[in-house]
């Protein structure tokens, strides 16, 4: 059974007449009668009764009719809608972030992309590094943002911007009046941590390796400002990006070497691309000649 045949069977229908829908569909009498047929030997039933020149519609074609007009109307459904996402104008954008960025990083990257296509509307996601990899990887997210660098070759990475990552003590801490520290001044102190899988986790562990320091972890959080709280009430000290300046809590800079990080956009290189997905990633990135897109 193929949608033309179906439409024809339509056209027969309405017009109860053989050779007045073949007029309207600008086709031969003899085709559109050998397809009704074909479609009557497919389906093992009769779905017109002849009545001299003119037909009517058989019981069986009554209810055909009824999955015909579903059939058509999904098509042209489907027609829309691949035209729909044709437009780079129009559309939907999965990107996902981590918990650290959503008060001013994508809020500040959506709004300068909408007032350039205020149609576009954005799905997100918020989770840890590992799990928006996750997503962009399985098709869930079209981008994500993400910090450090994925190591995963499939990936694509435009960085966005870097943070000067700082040291959050307690208000009444031993260095709280400090300027700067390093990482080796908090040797032997607890730590407030993102949980494993998060990027932040990863560069802390990283940082305190390199200062030859092995923290001991007091928590591990989901989100920057429970670590950031948890800080303020006196349980540790934690590596964390620029604030909002929390109560209680004091944010140092840090000394050591690598004591920043990098976020980024992510996407799947070989995947195929509709053009809002396309005109994003090249708005991000700079290439259309947004002056805020590149780093």
Not at 37 to 62: A, K, N
Not at 73 to 81: L, N, V
Not at 197 to 220: C, N, S
């Amino acid at each position: 059974m193929d949608l033309i045949t179906v439409r024809w069977f339509l056209a027969v229908a309405e017009h109860g007449h053989v050779t007045r829908a073949a007029a309207e569909l600008r086709v031969s009498q003899p085709g559109v009668s050998r397809a009704i047929g074909r479609l009557e030997r497919e389906l093992g039933t009769v779905l017109f009764d002849r009545e001299g020149r003119s037909v009517r519609l058989s019981r069986y074609g009554e209810v055909f009719r009824e999955h015909a007009r579903r059939l058509v109307a999904e098509e042209e459904s489907a027609r829309r809608a691949l035209a729909l996402a044709a437009d780079p104008g129009h559309g939907e954008l999965r990107l996902g972030f981590l918990h650290t960025q959503g008060a001013t990083l994508v809020p500040d990257l959506i709004r300068r992309y909408r007032r350039r296509y205020p149609h576009v509307t954005f799905r997100l996601l918020q989770d840890s590094s590992a799990r928006m990899q996750a997503a962009v990887r399985a098709g869930d997210a079209d981008f994500a943002i993400i910090s450090p660098r994925p190591d995963d070759p499939a990936f694509s990475w435009w960085p966005l911007v870097t943070e000067r990552l700082l040291l959050a003590v307690p208000a009444g801490h031993r260095l709280a009046r400090r300027s700067r520290v390093r990482l080796a001044d908090v040797a032997g102190e607890r730590f407030i941590a993102m949980r494993p899988g998060y990027g932040l986790r990863t560069i802390t562990d990283e940082l305190t390796r390199q200062a030859g320091i092995r923290p001991e972890i007091a928590f591990e959080g989901e989100e920057i400002s429970t670590v950031r709280g948890l800080v303020g009430a006196g349980l540790g000290v934690a590596i964390v990006p620029p604030p909002e300046q929390g109560d209680g809590v004091r944010h140092l800079p840090i000394g050591d070497p690598g004591a920043s990080r990098t976020l980024g956009l992510i996407w799947v290189t070989d995947r195929t691309r509709t053009p809002v997905v396309e005109n994003f990633r090249a708005f991000a990135t700079g290439e259309d000649g947004d002056p805020g897109s590149a780093p």
